[in-house]
């Protein structure tokens, strides 16, 4: 290892130059930050200081909250930890482009290692010298709390400026739904373009309202209030009735009794701009937030379905809602049990009136702790059966949506009759896998994703479903490239190494479609010159 002296000499008396990596990350931050900005700032420093800057690391648009998705990083900790590393020193900007950890010991435990290894980390804009004075590391521990209480003031703002767009009327993210669109408009109001799915505003000061949409939408949820409201219909039975007559969902899906029930349940078919029902902040874990919490502008969009239709809906649903004790819980349990010889999450949930399977793993830990109380202990695993026949017969609707999507926004696609495996504009090749979730012993969930070894798709899209395996939860993009394992365990959370490629809709896979299509085009017209 080269000594870290600085304007070290030689015998002879020339200087002798100090081997250096830097490192350099950007999120989206400021101009100021860029990585070659960060970069001229470091050599120059290198140069009064004698350091010979031999290996770059980068991390560019990663945000520093935490090491997750920064493998510049990550390799950097791993060459120093392994002995791979053949410089003395490492140098950065500032030590808010080492990170802005939420917890500044984070920041200071990835230096230590470093410094462990006799490998020390210096800060090139800063006003002190890392050289473990009292001063600096009293400094450099305030830097550091400050570089995370950015990350936390900022987030405080832009939820302040989410909140206030809600506020005003304006929707804040996310597809329109069945039955509605999105409406861009400009700052004072005025209507410019309808969006299609995918697309989304390019200037800042323009805003997004939802609007109604087609007029057999449009009377297919009316139709959906009225069977619930009027004529009494469960939403099993208004599915059924739905699919019946050939009509989909926005997703080009059959309806099932889930899809029609948040029709029901939500308010912006009353015109009410409703937020923060969930949320995820500085990347931690999404939380579900209560009633009092969200954030609302009612009457904020032209409603579908008045409101006292509205409110009866809500009202039957909540009368349906019991609050059920222990042995009431398992009363059904036993009823279930007698009426179909087994049970499974999918025949709990299927109830119209009565508790959901959710509610069992809620107040006993797992649905297997509820089987057990009432001495169900089956042989076979009748739900693994029953759940595996239930997304055979969903698959195929899924990938004829997702045909549907790519066509729709002008992408090719050819899809193999025997593997599925979809070629959009010849570029690149596509899986969808639906992805069954697992409950542990332990109450927690899993999803298991196999890579098919023998297609080798560029990108897999594993389709995560709920907890019951009743609906899709999300959809994970994981390319070939990033994805070494034969499969991947997903959790609740994964962190994001994994959860980057995390989106709610498949919209970001249309996008992709969209751009190769554009390349392409490009491509066509650069080759006529």
């Not at 109001?189 to 609007?211: C, N």
Request: aromatic residues 10%; contains cysteine; hydrophobic residues 35%.
């Amino acid at each position: 290892m080269l000594p870290d002296v600085l304007n070290a000499t030689s015998e002879h008396g020339s200087r002798v130059s100090i081997a250096a990596a830097e490192y350099v990350r950007m999120s989206t931050d400021h101009q100021q930050y860029s990585t070659a900005n960060q970069s001229q700032a470091i050599r120059e420093y290198a140069a009064r200081h004698g350091f010979q800057i031999q290996k770059r690391y980068e991390d560019s648009g990663k945000s520093g909250l935490n090491l997750d998705d920064r493998q510049g990083l990550k390799q950097l900790i791993e060459d120093v930890q392994t002995g791979a590393a053949e410089f003395s020193t490492i140098l950065v900007y500032d030590v808010s482009r080492w990170g802005r950890f939420q917890n500044a010991d984070e920041g200071a435990y990835y230096e230590y290692i470093c410094k462990r290894a006799g490998i020390s980390v210096r800060y090139c804009a800063e006003q002190f010298e890392n050289d473990g004075s009292p001063v600096s590391t009293i400094v450099k521990g305030v830097k550091r709390a400050m570089a995370g209480e950015y990350s936390r003031e900022l987030s405080v703002k832009v939820f302040a400026g989410q909140r206030r767009l809600i506020e005003l009327g304006y929707r804040q993210g996310g597809p329109a739904g069945y039955g509605l669109r999105r409406q861009l408009i400009d700052q004072n109001g005025l209507a410019k373009a309808e969006l299609a799915r995918g697309e989304h505003k390019s200037i800042q000061t323009d805003r997004i309202v939802l609007i109604p949409g087609p007029e057999e939408e449009i009377e297919t949820i009316r139709f959906i209030y009225d069977a619930f409201v009027a004529q009494a219909k469960c939403e099993r039975e208004i599915a059924d009735s739905l699919n019946a007559r050939g009509i989909t969902t926005d997703l080009g899906r059959i309806w099932t009794r889930a899809t029609v029930h948040q029709i029901l349940i939500n308010e912006k078919y009353i015109g009410n701009n409703v937020w923060n029902r969930c949320s995820c902040k500085l990347k931690g874990r999404r939380i579900y937030n209560p009633p009092e919490h969200w954030i609302r502008h009612d009457q904020a969009f032209e409603s579908i379905v008045d409101e006292d239709t509205f409110r009866s809906a809500q009202t039957i649903i909540s009368d349906r809602c019991k609050r059920y004790s222990d042995e009431e819980l398992l009363d059904v349990l036993r009823g279930l049990l007698e009426q179909h010889g087994y049970l499974s999450g999918m025949i709990i949930d299927e109830l119209e009136v009565g508790p959901s399977s959710s509610a069992y793993r809620t107040r006993f830990g797992s649905l297997v702790r509820a089987y057990e109380l009432i001495g169900f202990n089956p042989d076979r695993d009748y739900r693994y059966i029953e759940i595996n026949r239930a997304l055979r017969r969903m698959y195929p609707d899924v990938v004829a949506s997702t045909v549907r999507g790519i066509e729709e926004i002008g992408g090719s696609v050819r899809q193999d009759s025997e593997t599925d495996l979809l070629t959009v504009n010849d570029e690149f090749t596509a899986s969808l896998c639906l992805v069954r979730s697992h409950e542990t012993m332990a109450g927690s969930y899993r999803w298991k994703v196999r890579f098919d070894a023998g297609l080798r798709p560029d990108i897999t899209v594993a389709i995560r479903m709920n907890q019951m395996n009743s609906a899709v939860l999300d959809y994970y993009l994981l390319p070939r490239f990033e994805m070494e394992a034969e499969q991947v365990a997903l959790a609740e959370y994964n962190g994001m190494a994994l959860d980057a490629y995390r989106f709610d809709t498949l919209d970001m896979l249309f996008e992709l479609a969209a751009r190769s299509q554009l390349m392409e085009v490009s491509y066509g017209i650069g080759s006529r010159h």
